[in-house]
């Protein structure tokens, strides 16, 4: 992330957005509104996401909690999602956090687990032992994220741009990937596709 015109970096709201417009769901929103292949191709196809909404508003939760953007995919006719993917974000050059981000996706994870989303239509989602779980933290890479992966026995991506792991109890994958990371790895997965449209 560069510093903007007035000497600032990007908050994260406005990265967000870009992802996933705030206080939105999938209802909301047009297939072209959302960027969330950036992060991974196969969020761009989902039965339902929704941004920065309280988890009393989408499920049976009692928890004001808000997930940055939760998405649930591969949903079948016994409205089993067999994915579900949790996204926090964090502001560029953040060096202080209350909590470490992966521990607060796994919250969110457990609520989730727990409930069942409801849908405006009436429609519900539920999860089971066997859906698979994706939680991803976007933020810088400073000493007190490599703090919080070293503390929590997290493996080093290569070239230093995150950290993964993969919890079995809850049989989620979590990943914690810097914003230059992203942009890297979109730009080397679609070259082809930027050049054709003259981006690049």
Same mark, same amino acid.
Request: net charge negative; with cysteine; aromatic share 10%.
């Given at each position: 992330m560069e510093l903007s015109a007035s000497g600032s970096y990007s908050t994260e709201d406005l990265i967000h957005d870009i992802f996933f417009p705030? #206080?939105?769901?999938? $209802?909301?929103?047009? +297939?072209? /509104?959302?960027?969330?292949?950036l992060l991974d191709e196969r969020?761009?196809?989902?039965?339902?996401?929704?941004?920065?909404?309280?988890?009393?508003?989408?499920?049976?939760?009692?928890? #004001?909690?808000?997930? $940055?953007?939760?998405? +649930?995919? /591969?949903?079948?006719?016994?409205?089993?999602?067999r994915n579900v993917s949790i996204i926090e974000f964090k502001k560029p050059q953040r060096k202080d956090f209350d909590e470490d981000p992966t521990?607060?996706?796994?919250?969110?994870?457990?609520?989730?687990?727990?409930?069942t989303v409801k849908l405006p239509n009436g429609r519900v989602l539920m999860t089971n032992s066997t859906t698979r779980f994706y939680c991803y933290a976007v933020c810088d890479i400073n000493e007190k994220i490599k703090e919080f992966a070293e503390n929590a026995n997290f493996s080093e991506l290569k070239g230093e741009l995150g950290y993964y792991s993969y919890n079995s109890k809850l049989n989620?994958?979590?990943?914690?990937?810097?914003?230059d990371k992203i942009l890297s790895d979109a730009k080397r997965r679609h070259k082809i596709f930027f050049q054709k449209l003259g981006i690049i």
């Open positions: 705030r #206080k939105s769901t999938t $209802d909301d929103i047009d +297939f072209h /509104e959302h960027n969330m292949w969020l761009a196809f989902h039965s339902f996401a929704c941004s920065d909404k309280p988890l009393n508003e989408v499920s049976d939760s009692a928890s #004001k909690d808000r997930p $940055d953007i939760l998405v +649930f995919s /591969e949903v079948d006719e016994d409205a089993i999602a521990k607060q996706a796994l919250r969110y994870l457990r609520q989730i687990k727990e409930n989620a994958h979590i990943e914690v990937l810097a914003f």
